[in-house]
Nanobody, 118 residues
Framework: QVQLVESGGGLVQPGGSLRLSCVAS????????MAWYRQAPGKQRELVAG????????NYADAVQGRFTISSDNAKNTVYLQMNSLKPEDTAVYYC???????????WGQGTQVTVSS
């Protein structure tokens, strides 16, 4: 059973920074892609950023391009989301997602709350 455990959320003022972490229960090379999604109250879950574990290619939602950076530490089975210049509209529950390289199964973490408010 694959487990993804997120951490690093919290309350931050506008303009501040947070770094989210997602630790996988197995090597991240067993996944094709890993990504961060978010879901704000009353809204659909949306893709924030993704990374290909093989080649390292990344992609970002337009709303976070230039402010957020996704990265991975293969030795620690961990994917990070560095979030800078945070805005109130970034407030949401952030979820880690991984797609199995072998079965194409999709796995989700439990989510971590990010609140941007003064």
């Amino acid at each position: 059973q694959v487990q993804l455990v997120e951490s690093g959320g919290g309350l931050v003022q506008p303009g501040g920074s947070l770094r989210l972490s997602c630790v996988a229960s197995r090597s991240i090379f067993t996944f094709n892609t890993m990504a961060w999604y978010r879901q704000a109250p009353g809204k659909q879950r949306e893709l924030v950023a993704g990374v290909s574990t093989a080649g390292g290619a990344t992609n970002y939602a337009d709303a976070v391009q230039g402010r957020f950076t996704i990265s991975s530490d293969n030795a620690k089975n961990t994917v990070y989301l560095q979030m800078n210049s945070l805005k109130p509209e970034d407030t949401a529950v952030y979820y880690c997602n991984a797609i199995s390289r072998f079965t194409q199964s999709s796995y989700w973490g439990q989510g971590t709350q990010v609140t941007v408010s003064s």
